[in-house]
């Protein structure tokens, strides 16, 4: 199975930093990875360049003009950028710091007709200074560790996830930060609807469609963990409308929506 690891970012070039460290450092390395840029200033393009002469797999870069928070927008041409031959695709914000059997676990979890969602530990604004001074890692977070929130998140118990991944329809805690799909199930449902500008509920409205394509969710505990770094949250100006775009979906029942991957595939054509 070839795995695409999609991360998202915006002008924070010490996190992607740490986040791609954490990458590296994975036992089962993804076999490309893409950093989704929603139009980053040029350090951001320069640090990726100078990154791929010695990352261990394939480092893209894509970007597009920073017009606010198009997470939906740049996630599709993120996917769009993976290769043909990539099939599982893993999602996470480029504020995540993953546990070095990150990857692992979401192909030990991964089924068919199934999308899986981790969870995460929150590092506090005074605990993510240091892990900036020091220029660390996860590799010294555990549940022990200062500044942590979410501690449940942080244990490392693979024997346990077996219990809490049966496939269901839920609908509450969706969060791309810790998700990953079969390219071929985001194809169907033509990925993630541009409609969607400003932060938030992209992820759950793409969730609603594959439920309407017979999709599952799987939740993975005590395994793929991954450690949110602390920033100011974003602007929840478009969440009101972003909330009428997701009951659209719901009341709709349809698994397709017309603003998404294939719109950006015929442009490429």
Known sequence: MKI?????????????SLVLDSVKRQTHLPDEVVICDDGSRSDTKNFIIDLQKN????LKHVWQE?????AAAIRN???NELSHNIDYVVTIDGDMILHHKFIEDHIRIS??????????ALISKNATMMIFRQKGSNDGLHLFSKGLSNRIN????????KFFDKPSKKLSGVRTCNMSFWKDD????????????????????LVVRLYNKEKF???????????HLHHEEKSRLKISDNDKHLLQSVGSKSSWCDNGLKKLKNNES
């Open 186 to 205: 985001l194809y169907d449902v033509n990925g993630f609807n541009e409609n969607f500008v400003g932060w938030g509920r992209e992820d759950s409205e």
């Open 217 to 227: 969710r799987k939740n993975i505990k005590f395994s793929g963990l991954a450690y």
């Open 4 to 16: 695409g690891l999609i991360i998202s970012t915006y002008n924070w070039v010490e996190a992607l």
């Open 111 to 120: 089924e068919k007709n199934c999308f899986i969602q981790g969870g995460r």
């Open 77 to 79: 041409k993120g996917i």
């Open 66 to 70: 920073d017009k606010g928070f198009r």
């Open 154 to 161: 942080t244990l490392y118990l693979p024997s346990l996830s």
């Open 55 to 58: 990352f261990p797999c394939k």
